[in-house]
């Protein structure tokens, strides 16, 4: 079956504490992107990658980490939770590199919900 | 500045009504326009696109119009279903190259009741 996989998918962690959320997909597909939904706010780009070793910042970069050492794999790493990291965060895959241009449909994985104490 | 509003920010309507949901954009240049839907702790599913040449496309029960020229859309519900309840997101694309090419509306929550 065709899907985007984050782990893990609930996460309560203290401030400081270094965490990872994985991100696989198993479409073969070259962009790969991280975002954040908060109440109000709607979907905000963390990171994105148009390609493996390609990445780059999107509007809420400032506390995360991304790398794309393998096409499938796409990890959000914060090195230093802070509560205002407490959020539901999405991983989302599409087809074409060209996504950026309006080419490709997104899609998504389930969530993971952190909560940062 | 490139900006994706959606209106109204959340509705409540009866089993088996009709209802229409709003997006106005300032992005371009225009690419396309997709809508979103998200049920609750669920990530969001595409419905359907709209590129600048389309003015109405149907999915079952959702159909989309676009307006390119006042840089509208709207997506039309007929004979809403409990399942229905989600949030739409609405999401325009830009052809401009570089970052951050997608932009995103903030969703509008619909609830069906019985």
């Known amino acids: 079956e065709a899907q985007v996989t984050q782990n893990p998918r609930y996460l309560i962690t203290v401030t400081g504490k270094k965490l990872t959320v994985t991100c696989s997909q198993n479409m073969n597909h070259e962009y790969m992107s991280w975002y954040r939904q908060d109440p109000g706010l709607g979907l905000r780009q963390i990171y994105y990658?148009?390609?493996?070793?390609?990445?780059d910042k999107g509007d809420v970069p400032e506390g995360y980490k991304v790398s794309r050492k393998e096409k499938r794999n796409f990890p959000l790493i914060l090195e230093s939770p802070s509560p205002n990291q407490t959020s539901l965060y999405f991983c989302?895959?599409?087809?074409?590199?060209?996504?950026?241009?309006?080419?490709?449909?997104?899609?998504f994985g389930e969530g993971s919900r952190l909560t940062v104490l | 500045k490139n900006q994706v509003e959606q209106s109204p920010q959340s509705l409540i309507i009866l089993e088996g009504k009709n209802c229409t949901l709003q997006?106005?954009?300032?992005?371009?240049?225009?690419?396309?326009l997709r809508w979103y839907k998200q049920d609750t702790g669920r990530g969001p599913v595409s419905l359907t696109i709209?590129?600048?040449?389309?003015n109405t496309k149907s999915n079952g029960r959702y159909t989309a119009t676009l307006d390119a020229d006042t840089k509208q859309s709207s997506l039309h519900i007929t004979a809403s279903q409990l399942s229905d309840s989600a949030s739409y997101i609405c999401?325009?694309?830009?052809?401009?190259?570089?970052?951050?090419?997608?932009?995103f509306g903030t969703g509008t929550r619909l609830t069906v009741i019985p």
């Open positions: 997006c106005n954009y300032t992005v371009s240049p225009f690419s396309n």
């Open positions: 990658s148009m390609n493996v070793e390609v990445t």
């Open positions: 999401v325009v694309s830009s052809r401009q190259t570089g970052a951050n090419n997608l932009f």
């Open positions: 709209m590129t600048f040449s389309e």
């Open positions: 989302a895959s599409s087809l074409s590199s060209t996504v950026g241009l309006g080419a490709g449909e997104l899609f």
